[in-house]
């Protein structure tokens, strides 16, 4: 009898992730995949402030910590005949196993989001030791799992031949309930104190410049008096530019209509992008972010053009808008077009649902199981 081996793929991440949970309770579907989880912490206040336990939400996860740990390098040496899909290289023992599996000619997988564009704030050696890097990883046996076209061009720009770049985005649920959410649009209008007949907008993430928070808010500013007095967007998130915002807020005197959320738990944050009109992705720059989400729960999506998902999923006037990130006034407009219709709204949000039922979880185990190596 022909018995296929089952395949043992190692996943290690810096710290967990409910997107990256989505996929990896998907492996625990699959009878012919082991999957085993390794984080350098087991949370991360700093970046993330989850409600929720979800380092051990689907099954064990090993702890490796963020110094020197020769152990887990060790295993990860002797284990050739498993799978090892590496997650960024913000740790030193991920950036050791790196140039371990370099020097041994070992074959391994490199799972990234979008580089960051600017070199603005590093030092002379963290530019030529991150050039340096790069230039190691192009010539391992890797192969390059990008999260989203933009990604993969990177990569392109940088020489990285094509038979080693696989897209692998950032998955969501997609089975979701609309239904079931939607059935608490009267209870979240009266959470969030929504004008009578007004529309909840929303979006969330952390708090930083590079987000674009404040171009969203300078683009509310410049609604019509009328339109502006039927809104209320909820911004979810915390971070440096917290306290900025929250000026900017009270300086163009919009403090009726914006309000700021701490995190929520992942179940609350869809509760509320599912009844809401618009989710916004305004981005100055973000690898991949939550434009994904927003469509998988049937809600228009407007997204810059430095949001990496708005680019990777967005179809502009068909599945939701795109629009050049610092152009606040051409994102206003979009908001007006699209509070003003009704049939518009209802028709790009289903149009974006089905964009993101093309792009299950199952998929991503799909692409992990045949293109690893």
């Given amino acids: 009898m022909n018995i296929s081996k089952k395949i043992v793929i190692n996943l290690i991440q810096d710290v967990a992730t409910p997107h990256n949970n989505v996929l990896i309770k998907q492996f625990l579907e699959r009878d012919n995949v082991e999957i085993k989880l390794w984080y350098a912490v ?3 206040e700093r970046l993330y402030q989850w409600s929720q336990d979800i380092t051990h939400e689907h099954l064990p996860a090993v702890i490796y910590g963020q110094n020197l740990n020769l152990s887990f390098l060790y295993y990860c040496l002797t284990h050739s005949h498993e799978r090892f899909v590496i997650v960024g290289w913000m740790n030193i023992n991920t950036r050791l196993l790196h140039l371990l599996f370099f020097f041994l000619r070992r074959s391994f997988n490199h799972w990234t989001d979008l580089p960051s564009p600017t070199e603005e704030g590093r030092t002379l050696k963290q530019k030529i030791l991150r050039r340096i890097a790069y230039l190691f990883l192009r010539y391992s046996n890797s192969k390059i799992f990008g999260v989203g076209k933009m990604t993969l061009d990177c990569f392109r720009v940088w020489g990285f031949p094509e038979h080693r770049l ?5 998955f969501v649920n997609v089975d979701e309930d609309i239904h079931l959410y939607r059935s608490r ?19 969330g993430s952390r708090l930083i410049y590079e987000k674009g928070y404040d171009l969203l808010i300078e683009s509310i500013s410049k609604l019509t008096l009328e339109l502006r007095g039927k809104i209320k967007l909820v911004i979810v998130g915390s971070g440096e530019e917290l306290p900025v915002l929250k000026q900017q807020v009270k300086s163009l005197q919009l403090d009726t209509q914006v309000q700021f959320h701490n995190w929520m738990n992942i179940s609350d944050f869809k509760f509320l992008i599912a009844n809401s009109d618009i989710f916004f992705h305004p981005a100055r720059f973000d690898s991949y972010g939550g434009t994904t989400l927003g469509m998988a729960l049937e809600v228009v999506v407007i997204g810059s053009t430095g949001a990496g998902a708005a680019v990777d999923r967005i179809e502009h006037g068909i599945n939701g808008f795109l629009y050049e990130p610092s152009d606040t006034k051409t994102l206003s407009d979009h908001i007006e077009k699209l509070l003003n219709d009704e049939s518009a709204r209802k028709r790009i949000a289903f149009a974006g649902r089905v964009t993101a ?4 979880p199952t998929r991503g185990v799909d692409i992990l199981v045949e293109h690893s190596v």
Avoid: C, D, Y
């Avoid at 696989?166 to 950032?170: A, E, R």
């Fill in 42 to 44: 087991s949370k991360n």
């Fill in 166 to 170: 696989v897209n692998l985005p950032i």
């Fill in 185 to 203: 649009r009267s209870e979240l209008h009266q959470q969030f104190n929504v004008p009578e007949h007004g529309f909840l907008l929303s979006a």
């Fill in 357 to 360: 039922l093309k792009w299950t």
